[in-house]
């Protein structure tokens, strides 16, 4: 593992690195496949926008972004942010992509979540991660209910994804969800 920050099951999570951006990372964001339920993909990804992002992210305390990295193959199948960070309410909003689509359905996006809640409640003392999904999106929408995300309600047509307008599904892990997992799982 190189520089690991979050070390999950068979992932670990890194920050994000200058050379990550010349990898496969940069077409992850062009191809219409992976974006399909995303906002990215509108205009085609460059340099410039990828080097503003990480400039932005060095040293920031209100985004964290966070590379996903298999440990096997040290190789970085994707990211995952917290955004948005509000350090009064206590609160952060999820993002998370894996970008190498022969790593999708495997299992990593809810190991990611399920570390970056952990590191969320245990560490920064939040108490609530949002997440907004296309209603479409059935393995993000999955992934974060099996981390024990709950669905609190839709944005009408806020997305314009595929040829058409669709929900928002927003969804929330409490730390008191969280928490209640936890001693569940332990039963
Ligand atoms: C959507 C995405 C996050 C799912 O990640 P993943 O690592 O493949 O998800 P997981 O393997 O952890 O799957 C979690 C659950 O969802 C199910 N699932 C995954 N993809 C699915 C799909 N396309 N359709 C139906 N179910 C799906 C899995 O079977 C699993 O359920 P199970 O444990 O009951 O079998 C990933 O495909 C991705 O990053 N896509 C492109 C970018 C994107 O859409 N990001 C999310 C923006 S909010």
Redesign the pocket.
Known sequence: MHNPFLVANRIYMRRLEKEDLEGNYFQWLNDQT?TK??RHGAFPNSPESMNAFYENLSGSKTDIVLAIVLKEQDRHI?NIGLHSINYVFRSAEI????GETDC???????EAFSAIADYSFKKLNLNRIAAG?VDE????I??LE?TGYKKEGILRQAYFCDGQYHDCVNLSLLHSDWLAGRAHESI
Request: no cysteine; charged share 15%; hydrophobic share 50%.
């Open positions: 992976i339920w995303m994707g993002g998370l992509i894996i999708w359905g495997k299992g990593y996006a809810a999904v999106n059935i393995g993000s999955r992934a099996k």
